[in-house]
């Protein structure tokens, strides 16, 4: 069984930066891509960034400029930094990668921006 871990969360000031990985394990085959999303309490989950096998990364428009997605192909993990935070960035990080059809999961990291 596949399982996703992300590490790197906490709290920081504004204008501060903050890097997110994102580890699996178990008998992982091809990930055909990797995603960030986060969640405000009250709010759906929004994407934060992608990056999909063979192509580039995207980003949302809040997050463009500011935040980089990028993978480790050695330690198959894959990065986000985070730079110039803002308040509105708070919330809870979700890495996913998709497996074939199979869209997986990780528990979320708490990232807290303080003004």
């Known amino acids: 069984q596949v399982t996703v871990v992300e590490s790197g969360g906490g709290l920081v000031q504004a204008g501060n930066p903050l890097k997110l990985s994102c580890a699996t394990s178990?008998?992982?085959?091809?990930?055909?891509?990797w995603g960030w999303y986060r969640q405000v309490p009250g709010n759906q989950r929004e994407r934060v960034a992608g990056?999909?096998?063979?192509?580039?990364?995207n980003y949302a428009d809040s997050v463009k400029g500011r935040f980089t997605i990028s993978r480790d192909n050695a330690e198959n993990t894959v990065n986000l930094q985070m730079n110039n935070l803002k308040p509105e960035d708070t919330g809870v990080y979700y890495c996913?990668?998709?497996?074939?059809?199979?869209?997986?999961w990780g528990q979320g990291t708490q990232v807290t921006v303080s003004s």
């Open positions: 996913v990668i998709l497996i074939g059809d199979s869209w997986i």
């Open positions: 178990g008998r992982v085959r091809r990930i055909n891509a």
């Open positions: 990056l999909p096998l063979g192509g580039g990364p």
